[in-house]
């Protein structure tokens, strides 16, 4: 069993639906990481949480520390949303400046116009 | 633009041949860390450097080394290569460590044949 499971692994969407992705780890962790890809290979950092909420733009993350689970959650979806959104986690046992990312699988988001 | 720039972008090798890959970090960032990102491992970390010194090492395999220059710029080199060794390789700054978000590259795309 992996560390960080997300699912769905393919999400096909209608543009402007509410879009969720979810992520679940099993390891005690500093801060949970969603990065997105584009199909070009590059990687974005979204957001970087350890409790909570976080919002940008139509984007918006939440954390359950106790559940070991996030969420991202993206409203008003659009084509150029399209892209593979990946879910990290950051293992508590690296502490202070150790740190590595666990990663996700991936869930793979296509909005159709 | 992350601010971190990798070279080369794209790199063809032969089986058994050596090559180094060169990661410049975010201006002030101390950390650098290196995944790979193939079909079917999907994004694993390989090793992480702060200020020069290394701190965490993932899945990294003996053929592969790393170090960090007193100008904070980092390099793989990856010896013996082996067709399996055909990936995207990022690597990542951040300021500190995994209290602090990471930051990507654009990548290298190694293909070994």
């Known amino acids: 069993k992996n560390e960080v499971e997300q699912s769905p692994q393919n999400l096909t969407a209608q543009e402007g639906e509410f879009i969720t992705i979810n992520c679940s780890y099993s390891?005690?962790?500093?801060?949970l990481h969603w990065l997105q890809q584009h199909p070009g290979g590059g990687i974005v950092s979204l957001f970087m949480l350890s409790s909570g909420k976080k919002k940008h733009g139509r984007l918006i993350a939440t954390i359950n520390i106790q559940e070991k689970h996030s969420s991202l959650h993206i409203t008003a979806s659009h084509p150029r949303d399209s892209a593979v959104y990946i879910c990290?986690?950051?293992?508590?046992?690296?502490?202070?400046?150790?740190?590595?990312?666990?990663f996700g699988k991936g869930t793979k988001l296509s909005v159709k116009p | 633009d992350s601010g971190v720039t990798q070279t080369p972008k794209h790199l063809i090798t032969a089986t058994g041949q050596r090559v180094t890959l060169r990661c410049s970090p975010r201006?002030?960032?101390?950390?650098v860390y290196w995944y790979q990102q193939s079909l079917d491992q999907g994004l694993q970390f390989l090793i992480h450097y702060y200020n020069g010194e290394e701190r965490a090492k993932g899945n990294i395999l003996e053929r592969f080394s790393a170090q960090q220059f007193p100008d904070l710029h980092s390099e793989l080199n990856l010896s013996s290569l082996e067709l399996g060794d055909s990936a995207l390789y990022f690597c990542?700054?951040?300021?500190?460590?995994?209290?602090?978000?990471?930051?990507f590259g654009p990548g290298t795309r190694l293909t070994v044949l």
């Open positions: 201006s002030g960032d101390l950390s």
């Open positions: 990290a986690a950051s293992p508590m046992n690296y502490g202070g400046s150790q740190g590595n990312l666990i």
């Open positions: 990542a700054s951040s300021v500190q460590g995994s209290y602090n978000e990471q930051f």
């Open positions: 390891v005690g962790i500093s801060a």
